[in-house]
C-alpha cells in the first residue's frame, strides 16, 4: 500500500491545521494507522494511531502531549485517516508522517518497528 500524506504548514501557535493521509493499492486488506512526527536531532515519535475497527468510532490511541488536542479519525470509504491538530504549540514543530500495518496480532501502535508501510511525511511548523 502507498500512504500520501498532506495538509501541513506553516501556523501561529494557538491555531490549527489538520493532516490527511490517503492509501492506495492493496487497499482491500485492513491497516491499523498512526501518525508519527519528528522534530531535527531527535528521534521519530508516536503521536497518533487508530485501529482498523476504529476508524467506526474506538480504538484510538494519543501520546500524552497531545491529548485534547489532536484527534484522529478515519473515512473507510475513502482509504483516508486525518488528524485535525488544535492549539498547536511551537513544540509541534516537526515533519508528521502516516504510517500502517496491516491488521493482525497484538497492535503495537506506538512502536515505529511495528508499522511496515510510511508516507512521506508533511512539515508542521508552528510559530510562537
Known amino acids: 500500500v502507498q500512504l500520501q500524506a498532506s495538509g501541513g504548514g506553516l501556523v501561529q501557535a494557538g491555531g490549527s491545521l489538520r493532516l490527511s493521509c490517503a492509501a492506495s493499492?492493496?487497499?482491500?486488506?485492513?491497516?491499523?494507522m498512526g501518525w508519527f512526527r519528528q522534530a531535527p536531532g531527535k528521534e521519530r515519535e508516536f503521536v497518533a494511531a487508530?485501529?482498523?475497527?476504529?476508524?467506526?468510532?474506538?480504538?484510538?490511541y494519543y501520546t500524552d502531549s497531545v491529548k485534547g488536542r489532536f484527534a484522529i479519525s478515519g473515512d473507510n470509504a475513502k482509504n483516508t485517516v486525518y488528524l485535525q491538530m488544535n492549539s498547536l504549540k511551537p513544540e509541534d514543530t516537526a515533519v508528521y508522517y502516516c504510517?500502517?500495518?496491516?491488521?493482525?496480532?497484538?497492535?503495537?501502535?506506538?512502536?515505529?518497528?511495528?508499522?511496515?508501510?510510511w508516507g512521506q511525511g508533511t512539515q508542521v511548523t508552528v510559530s510562537s
Open positions: 493499492g492493496r487497499t482491500s486488506s485492513r491497516y491499523n
Open positions: 487508530i485501529s482498523w475497527s476504529g476508524r467506526s468510532g474506538g480504538d484510538m
Open positions: 504510517a500502517a500495518v496491516e491488521v493482525g496480532g497484538t497492535y503495537y501502535y506506538a512502536s515505529v518497528v511495528e508499522y511496515d508501510y
